[in-house]
Nanobody, 123 residues
């Protein structure tokens, strides 16, 4: 099982990035995929999640209207389009897979985790 995040980097405030989460080793269509982030000195928090089989999504209030999650089931990849980035979005972003098929930000419901990708938003 492998989840590999990519697409992080340094961006100016107001800019955009698209994160990718490439999955392998498990039945992608039978899982929910979530994005989490952890800023320095803070606990990890849920950002967004998608049920890949039907496209249902959830978003944290802090990023609603700015971030969009989507999945390409043919490529076993979930994306997080991040627009209008703010300095407070600076964090390591992780993707995770949950076999519960529930839209949740509870970390214990996620079975597999990626290594993370750094996003830095410069003011």
């Amino acid at each position: 099982v492998q989840l590999v995040e990519s697409g992080g980097g340094l961006v100016q405030a107001g800019g955009s990035l698209r994160l990718s989460c490439a999955a392998s080793g498990f039945p992608f269509d039978d899982y929910a995929i979530g994005w989490f982030r952890q800023a320095p000195g803070k606990e990890r928090e849920g950002v967004s999640a998608i049920v890949t089989s039907d496209g249902d999504t959830i978003y944290a209030d802090s990023i609603k209207g700015r971030f969009t999650i989507s999945s390409d089931n043919a490529q076993n990849t979930v994306y997080l389009q991040m627009n209008n980035l703010r300095p407070e979005d600076t964090a390591v972003y992780y993707c995770a897979a949950s076999e519960e098929l529930l839209l949740s930000f509870e970390e214990y419901e996620y079975n597999y985790w990626g290594q993370g990708t750094q996003v830095t938003v410069d003011s």
